[in-house]
C-alpha cells in the first residue's frame, strides 16, 4: 500500500483582528487564530481515514484545504505525489485536482435549487467540457435513484436522495479521493445507515479513497480503516478503530469515549468531563489539552508534546505509555 | 397510583392545507409521572416536536389540536387560550429548546432575563429576584455566576448558554419541563454535562421531563421511559430498557439496528428500505407498512391495534411471537 495522500506539517492561521482603526483605538494588537497547527498524516489508497474532534479541532478546516479552498499558511500538502502548493506545473496540478471531490453537510444548502438533477450532476464533467450525455443518469441509478429523476429539481427530493444527488455529482468527475465533510449529520438514523452503505459499495465498486470528517463516533467506528483524533488543531491520537476505541491512549481520546452515549448505557451515571474547549486565539501552553486533563503534570504545561508511536497508533502525550 | 404530572388522552393535531388537512400528530397518549423522564423518539416529521408544542401551547397557526384531553397535575389544559396559558406557560411549564441562542433574548442580560420569568410567575421582590437568579446559575453549574449575571447571551460559549436556558426553564419551579433536542447542537463532551445536569436536576426537584430526542444513545442513558413515534402515531410505549433490547414493533427493531453501534463488526449497516411517508400521502392502515419486512394483509387496511404501556402498535409485533 502506498501513500495516496500525505500531508505534512500543516498549519493554518486565520487573521480574525479587529479593523485596523479600532486596534489603534482599541490599543490592541492583531489576533490570531490558529485552527489548524502543525498536522501530519496519511492516507493509503483505497481506505478511508477519518478525522474526529468537536467544533473548533479543525478538522473541516483540513477537508477544506486538502480540496483547496483554502490554502494552507505552513506546511504541504501532498496528492499522488504532487505537492499541491508548490509543484509548478500547472498541468500537473489541475489533473491531481480534478480527482478530488467533496461531499458537504447539508444537502440542502449544497444544490442549486433553480437547477435541474441533470445539470447539477453533469457540471463537473460540462464544465471541463466533456461529454455529458446520459451521464447523469447513468450516476443517479448508481446511487439508488431512478434515472427519470435526472429532469427534476432538488426540492422534489428527501434529504437523503439530495445527498445521493450530492454523492452522484462527486463522482460525475471520476474521482480517486472523495473529502466528506459530516455527510451524514443532517440526516436520520434509517437514512444514515443507507447513505453509509451506500458510500461503502461506491468504495469497493470503484476504489475510492475517502476523507471523512466527522464528531460522530459511532460512524468513525463503522466507516473508517484509520482514526485521527483533533483537539484545538492538533492531531492528538491517530489508530485504527480497533486500538483506538478498545484502549485508547490519549486522555482526550479517552474522555470523548467516555463521554459518547452508549446505546446499552441504561441509567449511566458517569461524572461527566471537565471543562470546555479552550479559547483557539489564546491556546493553552504546552499541551492543548492540560487544563482538563485528569492526569497533566508540570511538563504538560510547558512543553507541548511530539507525536510519537506507540503501539498500532501514533499519539501526542507525554504520560501515554 | 399518584396523579401523572402530564396526561395526553388521545392527542390530534391538525393543519389545514390546499391539499387537504394533513395529521401531524394522530392519536397519541402517554402520562409523565413526578421525577420521571420520557424519552420521545423519532426522525424527523415523526412529529414528536408538533405534540410537545400542543402541550406547551406553541402550536403555529394554522395548526391546531383538534382532538384528544391535555391534563396538568389533574386540570384539563388544553382549552385554555391566551392570558390563561401564558400564565401557566413557565410557570407550571419549563422549555428547554435545541437552539440556545435563538431562545435567548439577546438584548437583555442573563440576570435580567432569569429575573424577570421569576417576578412574572413568582410572588417575590426584585431584590430577592436578583439574588434567586445568582443562585439558579450556580445551579446551573455557571462558574463565576455572581459576574456574570450581568453578561449577554452572546458572551456564553454555546454550552453555558445552553446551561443559562435550563436555568431559565427551571426558575419558576414547574413540574413538567419540555426539553426539545437540548443536546443536538452541541459537542459530545458538553451533552455528557448538559444531560447530566437535567437528569440531576429534575432528581432534585421531582419535575417530570418530557426529553425529545432523535439520539437513541441520549434516551438510552437519560430516560425512565420511552415513546417512539413514527408519522405523528406512537408506534411503541414502555421502559427505556425493554424498548430498546426487545423491541416490540419492528420500526423500532429497525431504528435500533440501522445505528452503527448496533451493527458493530459488520460490513453493511442494517437499513430501512424508503423514508418516512410525506403527511399529505399517508399510508391507510399502519403508516409503517410499505416499509416494514413483517407486512401483513391487514396492515394496509385495518386501523391499529389499540396502544398501552409497555405494546406496541402493530398487528404482528416482534416479541408476541416469542412469547406464544
Known sequence: MNAYVTIKALTRVFDV???WLNRILERRGKALLTAVSNVDFQIEERTTYALVGESGSGKSTIGRMLVGLLDPSEGDVQVDGVNLATEADAAKVAKVRSHIQMIFQDPYASLNPRWRVRDIIAEPVASKGGETEGLAERLLEQVGLHPSDAGKFPHEFSGGQRQRICIARALASEPRLIVCDEPTSALDVSVQAQVLNLMSDLKEELGLTYLLITH????????ADRIGVLYLGRLVEEADPQSLFDAPKHPYTQMLLDAAPRMDGFGREVPPPQ????DPIDPPSGCAFHPRCPIAEDICRQERPEMKALGKGRVACHLAR | MTTPVLSI??????????????????GVSYDISEGEILGVVGES???KSMAGNAVIGLLNAPAHISGGEIWLNGVRIDPLKGEEMRKLRGKEIGMIFQDPLTSLNPLLTVGDQLAETMLTHLPISRKEAAERAVAALEEVGIPGAAERIDSYPHEFSGGMRQRVVIALALCAEPSLVIADEPTTALDVSVQAQIISLLKRLCRERGTAVMLITHDMGVIAEAADRVAVMYAGRLAELGNVRDVL???RHPYTHGLMASTPLASEGQKRLHQIPGAMPRLQHMPNGCAFHPRCPKVQKRCSHDPLPPMAEGRAACWSPLLAEAVE
Do not use: F
Request: charged share 25%; glycine share 10%.
Open chain 1, 216 to 223: 460522530d463516533l459511532t460512524v468513525v467506528r463503522h466507516m
Open chain 2, 9 to 26: 388522552r388521545n392527542l390530534s393535531v391538525e393543519i389545514p392545507t390546499r391539499q387537504g388537512i394533513v395529521k401531524p400528530v394522530d
Open chain 1, 17 to 19: 483582528s479587529k479593523p
Open chain 1, 275 to 278: 471543562g470546555e474547549i479552550p
Open chain 2, 245 to 247: 433490547t426487545q423491541p
Open chain 2, 45 to 47: 416529521g415523526a412529529g
